[in-house]
């Protein structure tokens, strides 16, 4: 006997047969609800597949229900009320119990076989009416099969050219889910930022998103606008020209050192490229951020019907990188009130900018990025570790940092130096950061106002004092650097580097020393201990102070032993030693990753 369950189906596909998703994947393209209506479907499905039959006849009153090891006859319907509520009477005959009742059973089971008999096919009936019952798709369950489409990547399968390209070169789960969030961009908006984390497979990723609207473009019978060109720094050309040959595509790859060191007749070539082109992608678009820059004036988009661009660090606080990603982005793309936003900032960049408006920038350039932190990333990785292996075979994650203390090594000598260096930089005024000192039009009350100047006075000390101290902790020659230019540290230490030139405080104070600031506040706002960086005599006086307290620091910086940093180079020697991941340095802080 079959009998009719109502228990709620649970959206589980990991839990859960293949036949029961592909039926419930079915029904949630119809629009219908697999948690309201799971029974309903049972049930369909069972009468479609031949295991539910349903018939009907006129004026039958009999109850009847047969097993293949008991019968009951009587008068209880099969429900609630007929089995728990209401008084009934029946009979349960169980054949293997005595002869008797083995007859009694199959006199019973004739009798239910000829009423089955003579009635009437009712499955198609049953059918429709529950079909009507049907309720619409959750937003949960609906946002569930999308998520679902893209995670088994079944999207591509409507494409078999692009499907096949695509798993032969064995692309990542997290790099298909970004592919799909992508082109969703780039069919929206004309353009998209791929801003994953350094190591995620961005060149593989960015190049498999080009060949998707590549083939797209095709597909949609715009194969006369598939012209693709790929700009990128030199030291990654071969990457790129390596993973675009799997996808067979027909790019065009170029240098970004064209557009900056490039002969005029290079630099118009590739500006012509750009032009001209339909699908442009940038890789390390950061690079762009700098609106003076040769490369970042070159570049011009906006010819480009599709553009992706490709960067470790999309987005800084700084207003001058919001604006200048807009533009890379498109400023036709603005709505009318970030249009607005957007030329407030761009007429007010050398001032301090309303953090709102610097939110809403932001907020306009998250709908054109696809980015996953470096714990999602892991995260997904965790689901299913066997679908992220590299090259070797060997499963990819983003490691976990381990800080290891060490002794630094100095002698005392060096720490009563360190403490003489402490006690003037507590005497520098950060003269150089003073020089434009405005009030920021957001701040309307007067106690908001002087609050403001006083945080900048005491900001420049601070910021003075920092960068004496992230220096020395890096290096003798750091510091130097700092104190004196990048030509003078290569003299003094016998370098040959060929590092862009930065440095020379010196020389920056003694240019502030001669011009008083131009004062764009009220002298009310200002407190006694501000006034000298308008007063002509206390400012000079206050710039000759700060030089002799930076050449102090320089002359006691000549004391200091190589004890620190031989100590730190033996540490780096016996770490590289120890460890089999790179081990990598920073300016101003030394820190490794190990197994």
Same mark, same amino acid.
């Given at each position: ?29 119809? @629009? ?57 009477? @029946? ?11 083995? +007859? ?69 789960? /997290?790099?298909?889910?970004?592919? #799909? ?18 190591? /995620? ?23 006369d606008r598939s012209n693709a060109l790929i700009i ?10 390596? +993973?675009?040959?799997?996808? /067979? ?36 678009? %950061? @690079? ?9 004036? &070159?570049? #011009? ?80 990785i965790e689901r299913e570790p066997e679908q992220y ?26 720490? +009563? ?21 405005r009030i920021p039009d957001f701040l309307k009350k ?12 005491? =900001? ?14 890096? =290096?003798?020659? &750091? ?44 002298? %009310? ?20 102070? +700060? ?39 920073? =300016? &101003? ?7």
């Open positions: 006997m079959k009998t009719l369950g109502f228990q709620t189906f649970l959206f589980n596909p990991e839990a859960e047969p293949r036949g029961i998703q592909l039926i419930k994947n079915y029904w949630v393209k119809q @629009n219908v609800s697999i948690k309201l209506c799971g029974p309903i479907l049972n049930i369909i499905e069972k009468i479609q597949e031949g295991k539910y039959n349903f018939k009907v006849k006129d004026r039958l009153h009999a109850k009847i229900y047969v097993g293949d090891t008991a019968a009951i006859l009587g008068s209880s319907n099969f429900s609630k009320s007929g089995t728990r509520i209401q008084t009934e009477a @029946n009979i349960r005959i169980q054949p293997t119990l005595s002869k008797i009742e083995n +007859e009694q059973y199959d006199d019973i089971k004739r009798i239910a076989e000829y009423y089955y008999e003579v009635a009437n096919d009712y499955n198609q009936g049953l059918i429709d009416l529950f079909k009507k019952l049907l309720k619409d798709a959750t937003w949960q369950e609906a946002l569930a099969r999308a998520i679902a489409e893209i995670l088994e990547s079944k999207w591509m399968k409507d494409f078999p050219v692009l499907y096949q390209a695509l798993i032969t070169h064995n692309l990542w789960p /997290s790099q298909k889910m970004g592919i #799909a969030r992508a082109m969703k961009i780039i069919q929206d908006q004309g353009r998209v930022l791929v801003a994953d984390p350094t190591g /995620s497979g961005k060149t593989k990723f960015a190049t498999a998103l080009a060949y998707t609207l590549f083939h797209w473009l095709w597909e949609n019978g715009l194969k990128c720094p030199k030291q990654v050309m071969e990457n790129w020209e390596k +993973e675009q040959s799997h996808f /067979s595509l027909y790019n065009k790859i170029e240098s970004m050192g064209k557009l900056s060191v490039g002969n005029d007749k290079n630099q118009k070539s590739l500006q012509k490229m750009i032009e001209i082109s339909d699908i442009l992608v940038i890789d390390e678009a %950061h @690079n762009y951020l700098h609106p003076n820059s040769k490369r970042s004036q &070159a570049i #011009a988009p906006k010819g480009s019907s599709h553009v992706i661009l490709s960067t470790a660090t999309p987005i800084n606080k700084k207003a001058d990188d919001l604006l200048r990603l807009v533009e890379l982005l498109d400023i036709d793309n603005l709505s009318d009130d970030d249009l607005t936003t957007y030329l407030e900032l761009r007429k007010n960049r050398k001032k301090n900018i309303d953090k709102k408006h610097l939110e809403q920038l932001k907020g306009y350039i998250n709908q054109f990025i696809v980015r996953r932190t470096k714990r999602e990333l892991n995260k997904m292996r590299n090259r070797h075979g060997k499963t990819c994650k983003y490691p976990k940092t381990l800080s290891e203390t060490y002794s630094t090594g100095e002698n005392e000598n060096d720490k +009563e130096i360190a403490h003489q260096i402490l006690t003037l930089i507590q005497q520098l005024k950060g003269i150089h950061y003073l020089q434009v000192l007067e106690d908001e106002k002087v609050n403001y100047i006083n945080q900048r006075f005491t =900001s420049a000390t601070a910021l003075a004092g920092y960068m004496i101290r992230v220096n020395l902790r890096s =290096s003798r020659c &750091a510091l130097y650097e700092y104190l004196y230019g990048t030509a003078e540290a290569n003299i003094r230490f016998s370098l040959k580097s060929t590092k862009n030139t930065s440095g020379n405080i010196l020389a920056k104070i003694e240019k502030c020393g001669l011009k008083l600031p131009r004062q764009y506040v009220e002298n %009310h706002l200002l407190g006694e201990s501000h006034l000298w960086l308008y007063d002509q005599v206390k400012y000079n006086e206050a710039c000759t102070t +700060e030089i002799s307290i930076y050449k102090k620091i320089g002359s006691l910086l000549e004391q200091l032993s190589e004890e620190r940093e031989s100590k730190k180079v033996q540490v780096l020697i016996d770490s590289a030693m120890k460890n089999t991941k790179p081990l990598c340095t920073e =300016s &101003a802080e030394v820190c490794f990753t190990r197994d």
